[in-house]
């Protein structure tokens, strides 16, 4: 146990935050976390954090606006408390896909999100799989952005797929599938999308051969499951002989769970930046793994001060 080290956990996913204790061989922070009758937070740490290095847990999920509040609220709890470096550990960066002007007269919420969270108090962010790697340029504090490919790797390489292509839902995608692909040795295809408005995407083509191969989509973030399953569809009308997916924010948004029930789509591999529970229980398709020792792991090199790097990958 690390006496100095001290990991609290917002209400969005404590489940996550008790798998890092248990990985770190410590005990979960003792705080107060209610609203009142109008819907008001409240707040209050219940030991002392003079002069600890505290690690602060908040997926930015659903209910996104909620839990954007409450890291805010914690956040300042505990800068007000004296505690001597505060890091907020955000598994799933809410509104990050708002993170440039693609059209006109529309925010850059990801850039509005990191102003809030510095100016709430955070000394450092540790994050997941962040939508667009330039989001870490938005924040005025050091950024510690992992990844979750040594997780999915192990995952799909438990599955023992033959003929293995790895296929990107998107062009934004093709750096994340080009590495899993590289470290597998499998194929690489795309498909071509045009997205037609919000949470609404039209497949166009798959470029590269998956007929008769087995595929697996890799994605960052699986919210309405809508890309997902028309990517699904259209690796099937090119003679992908096995469909399977994986995603590292499984957000899952209705009707997220009917369109993969009711898909060719054999297993979807997701780890749990958010909370599952109610998710798992609704299909069987989902296999779920954990990121609580890349993310403990982290928060405790950070807290000796010893490189993170070795993590970055």
Same mark, same amino acid.
């Given at each position: 146990m690390h006496r100095d080290l001290r990991v609290f956990s917002g209400r969005a996913h404590p489940g996550l935050g008790q798998e890092i204790c248990d990985y770190l061989e410590t005990s979960l922070g003792a705080i107060e976390l209610n609203n009142f009758a109008d819907g008001e937070?409240?707040?209050?740490?219940?030991?002392?954090? @003079?002069? @600890?290095?505290?690690?602060?847990?908040?997926?930015?999920?659903?209910?996104?606006?909620? #839990?954007?509040?409450?890291?805010?609220?914690?956040?300042? %709890?505990?800068?007000? =408390? =004296?505690? #001597? @470096?505060? %890091?907020?550990?955000?598994?799933?960066?809410?509104?990050?896909?708002?993170?440039?002007?693609?059209?006109p007269r529309v925010p850059i919420t990801a850039k509005l999100v990191a102003d809030l969270i510095s100016a709430a108090g955070a000394d450092r962010i540790l994050t997941l799989d962040l939508h667009a790697g330039q989001i870490q340029g938005f924040f005025n504090v050091p950024v510690d952005h992992l990844f979750a490919a040594p997780v999915i790797l192990e995952a799909i390489r438990g599955l023992g797929l033959p003929e293995l292509t790895i296929v990107s839902p998107d062009a934004g995608g093709v750096e994340r599938a080009r590495a899993i692909a590289k470290r597998l040795q499998a194929g690489l295809a795309i498909v071509d999308k045009r997205r037609v408005a919000a949470n609404e995407a039209e497949v166009m083509h798959v470029i590269g051969d998956v007929e008769g191969r087995t595929t697996l989509i890799l994605d960052d973030i699986i919210d309405t499951a809508g890309t997902l399953t028309k990517g699904v569809e259209a690796l099937k009308k090119h003679g992908a002989a096995r469909v399977f997916a994986a995603g590292i924010h499984a957000v899952l948004s209705d009707p997220a769970i009917e369109r993969i029930?009711? =898909?060719?789509?054999? @297993?979807? +591999?997701? %780890?749990?930046? %958010?909370? +599952?529970?109610?998710? +798992?229980?609704?299909?069987?398709? +989902?296999?779920?793994? =954990?990121?609580?020792?890349?993310?403990?792991?982290?928060?405790?090199?950070?807290?000796?001060d010893s490189s993170v790097s070795s993590l970055f990958v």
């Open positions: 937070i409240f707040c209050q740490v219940r030991e002392n954090v @003079r002069g @600890r290095d505290v690690f602060v847990l908040q997926p930015v999920c659903n209910p996104v606006n909620e #839990n954007l509040m409450e890291l805010l609220i914690m956040l300042d %709890t505990f800068k007000r =408390s =004296s505690a #001597n @470096r505060v %890091t907020a550990v955000i598994p799933y960066y809410g509104y990050a896909r708002q993170d440039k002007k693609d059209a029930e009711a =898909s060719p789509i054999e @297993r979807v +591999l997701i %780890t749990n930046t %958010t909370p +599952l529970d109610e998710k +798992l229980a609704k299909c069987d398709k +989902l296999q779920p793994h =954990s990121v609580a020792p890349i993310l403990g792991e982290a928060i405790m090199r950070i807290h000796e």
